[in-house]
């Protein structure tokens, strides 16, 4: 078993807050600063340029890659780091189009990240070739998928409500039809766990920000599979992802490999946090992440549910298809969150109604649990959020 209370005094958890919201943005690892410090004085600062060879600043997307591998089920050398998610999602998707280019639909879900979604529908007016995005409810997806599929492209936790895809079983789906999949992992990676070998998904994308506290602004991930990697066509065809950068060659010709799907050069500063923030998963598994997840999200639903009789639970009431989060519903959500948060209790809002929870094994545990439904209660017990300072809507909610 893991020792949480180890992997939660990893992290700088300021005093009287409790950190609901590492779903959104994981908290500072507490080596983070002095690597940071460090590859700013020791590497930028005295080895000037040499540290692309002496600091392997170059390796440094696979190597950080291969670390986050582990933990969503993929082999060494399939992972590559770079850019942010929604470039990421725009190069799987760009890739896998090509693949089945006789086939026209691609399809998502209503409740997807709408980033992804905007992505999808700029490369199909990009590409000019009479793509069409559908967007069913997730509930409808299977049923929907056909022949005519040419790209299934899902967000495997739903970042507002939780619900989680089955993705053995989709995969294998849209694979009998013929088409490809690509699975956005930025409520998976570091949440749940995930098997892309296992389900031979096509291609996966996700961030590092969230369950994996990389930082603000910490690079993406993105996976192919091993046996698709030859034949893809990396539309964002960068130097970084040649085959010989440094041969200055003026035709591009794509590495053989993962790191085709690199682009230019990396955040090396804030890839050096992240690479730190992932030393927190050595010797931690998804099993036993999983096991304290479900265990946290179902003492939060009891004691919410028991105690504050005005809010929906949003999120599936099954375990095994939620992500790490909880959600519930209140009308006035918004100004919920504002009272929470002005007691200590960080979670997040989502439009229109949903007040949101994520549950981090890492550093959060049954005291932290506990201490959040007594102010939840507290706070619509005595309706502290109805008063005009928590209505009041600020640009990040
Ligand atoms: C968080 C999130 C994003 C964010 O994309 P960025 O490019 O990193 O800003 C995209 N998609 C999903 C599904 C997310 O949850």
Same mark, same amino acid.
């Given at each position: 078993m893991i020792d949480f209370a180890a992997t939660k005094s990893l992290f700088h958890l300021p005093e009287g807050i409790i950190y609901l919201d590492g779903n959104s943005l994981g908290p500072l690892p507490k080596k983070a600063a002095a690597r940071a410090a460090s590859v700013i004085? *020791? !590497?930028?600062? $005295?080895?000037?340029?040499c540290g692309w060879n002496e600091a392997k600043w170059m390796e440094q997307p696979a190597r950080v890659g291969d670390k986050i591998a582990r933990l969503i089920g993929a082999v060494p050398g399939t992972v590559v780091m770079g850019d942010t998610l929604s470039i990421k999602v725009y190069q799987a998707l760009a890739s896998a189009l090509e693949l089945r280019p006789d086939r026209k639909v691609v399809m998502s879900d209503?409740?997807?990240?709408?980033t992804d979604l905007y992505m999808a529908d700029g490369l199909i007016k990009s590409l000019g070739r009479g793509h069409v995005l559908k967007t069913p409810s997730p509930e409808q997806v299977e049923g929907l /998928? *056909? !022949? *005519?599929?040419a790209v299934l492209m899902l967000t495997?936790? &739903?970042? @507002?409500?939780?619900r989680m895809h089955d993705m053995q079983r989709i995969t294998q789906k849209a694979h009998d039809a013929g088409a490809l999949v690509i699975w956005d992992l930025a409520h998976s990676a570091g949440a749940v766990p995930v098997d892309l070998s296992g389900c031979k998904a096509d291609f996966a994308v996700g961030c590092t920000?969230?369950?994996?506290?990389?930082? %603000?602004?910490s690079p993406a991930f993105i996976y192919v599979r091993p046996d698709h990697v030859q034949h893809v066509r990396p539309a964002l065809s960068g130097w970084l992802g040649? =085959? #010989? %950068?440094? =041969?200055? $060659? %003026?035709d591009y010709v794509p590495a053989? &490999? /993962?790191? @085709?799907?690199r682009v230019g050069t990396p955040p090396v500063i804030q890839m050096s946090v992240l690479e730190t923030a992932l !030393? #927190?998963? &050595?010797?931690?598994t998804m099993t036993d992440i999983r096991a304290r997840s479900v265990d946290l999200c179902e003492q939060f639903i009891a004691g919410v549910e028991a105690r504050c009789p005005m809010l929906t639970l =949003?999120? %599936? @009431?099954d375990a095994a298809q939620r992500g790490s989060q909880v959600s519930f519903r209140f009308d006035q959500g918004y100004a919920v969150m504002q009272a929470l948060i002005d007691r200590g209790l960080i979670g997040d809002f989502r439009a229109p109604d949903i007040i949101r929870f994520g549950f981090t094994p890492l550093y959060i545990d049954q005291d932290d649990v506990t201490a959040a439904i007594g102010i939840l209660a507290d706070v619509m017990a005595q309706r502290t959020? $109805?008063? #005009? @300072?928590?209505q009041k809507r600020q640009a990040v909610t």
């Open positions: 004085s *020791d !590497e930028w600062g $005295d080895m000037l340029i209503s409740g997807n990240f709408p /998928i *056909d !022949e *005519d599929l495997h936790v &739903d970042y @507002r409500t939780g920000y969230k369950y994996l506290n990389g930082g %603000p602004g040649h =085959a #010989a %950068p440094f =041969a200055f $060659d %003026p053989p &490999d /993962i790191s @085709r799907m !030393e #927190a998963w &050595d010797g931690v =949003a999120s %599936p @009431r959020w $109805d008063c #005009a @300072r928590f």
